[in-house]
């Protein structure tokens, strides 16, 4: 069946550092891509997403990428900060109409070294 | 806007309980749903609404009710708890069901 899943589960990386999350999806279908951040205790955050017809989008210090062809996504922080460290997950979304849902990947820990 | 707001917090309940989890948002989103998170997984989508009056079920429906009878609310319903139930609620909004979504702050629930 379908999947949305993470390389790795923890991210370490030293502050001032870029950091870079994957994830791949195995939904081919799949046209809307989002990811989140979420900090301990709180609800998923929005950071950024990318629709199929793009294969990059850029926001402030985060970068995502979309390879349709080995269907990979991936997150890109620059210059990562301590208020960095949450867990992030990637999100697919089928577009099926009403029925639309988002499927989340289980998500990756960053933690970020002073 | 106060956003997707949850309550409670926090609950315990004891197998058989019933219990109603509340969400509530003031955006104006039609698209709602309730999703669970449990240690090491991500989250998984229990039931969602594309507008009052209107339900269906997501990924993992069993045990849990929900109705749509107003844009600002989806309740949640346990009727009879039980210990697999334990995990964290959280439910979202958004303007479709293709759009980000905004969630809740959740709510903890532990079912002894």
């Known amino acids: 069946g379908e999947s949305v899943g993470l390389h790795l589960p923890t991210l370490s990386v030293q502050e001032g550092d870029n950091s870079i999350i994957n994830c791949a999806y195995s939904?081919?279908?799949?046209?809307?891509f989002i990811w989140y951040k979420q900090e301990s205790g709180k609800g998923p955050q929005f950071i950024i997403d990318?629709?199929?017809?793009?294969d990059k989008r850029q926001g402030q210090r985060v970068t995502v990428l979309l390879n349709k062809t080995v269907k990979h996504l991936s997150l890109q922080i620059a210059a990562t900060q301590p208020g960095d460290s949450a867990v992030y997950f990637c999100?697919?979304?089928?577009?099926?109409?009403?029925?639309?849902?988002?499927?989340f990947g289980k998500g990756i820990t960053l933690s970020v070294r002073p | 806007n106060a956003g997707v707001t949850q309550t409670p917090k926090f609950q315990v309940l004891k197998t058989g309980q019933s219990m109603t989890l509340q969400c509530a948002q003031d955006?104006?989103?039609?698209?709602m749903s309730w999703y669970r998170q449990d240690p090491g997984m991500g989250l998984r989508l229990i039931h969602y609404?594309?507008?009052?009056?209107?339900?269906d079920q997501g990924e993992v429906p069993n045990g849990y009710n929900v109705s749509r009878s107003t844009t600002e609310d989806f309740p949640l319903r346990l009727l009879s708890a039980a210990p697999s139930q334990t995990s964290v609620y959280f439910c979202?909004?958004?303007?479709?069901?293709?759009?980000?979504?905004?969630f809740g702050p959740g709510t903890r629930l532990t079912v002894l």
């Open positions: 979202a909004s958004s303007y479709s069901p293709l759009g980000s979504q905004f």
């Open positions: 939904n081919s279908a799949s046209d809307y």
């Open positions: 990318i629709r199929s017809n793009m």
């Open positions: 999100a697919e979304n089928t577009d099926t109409g009403a029925n639309s849902k988002l499927t």
């Open positions: 955006m104006n989103h039609e698209y």
């Open positions: 609404s594309v507008g009052a009056g209107i339900t």
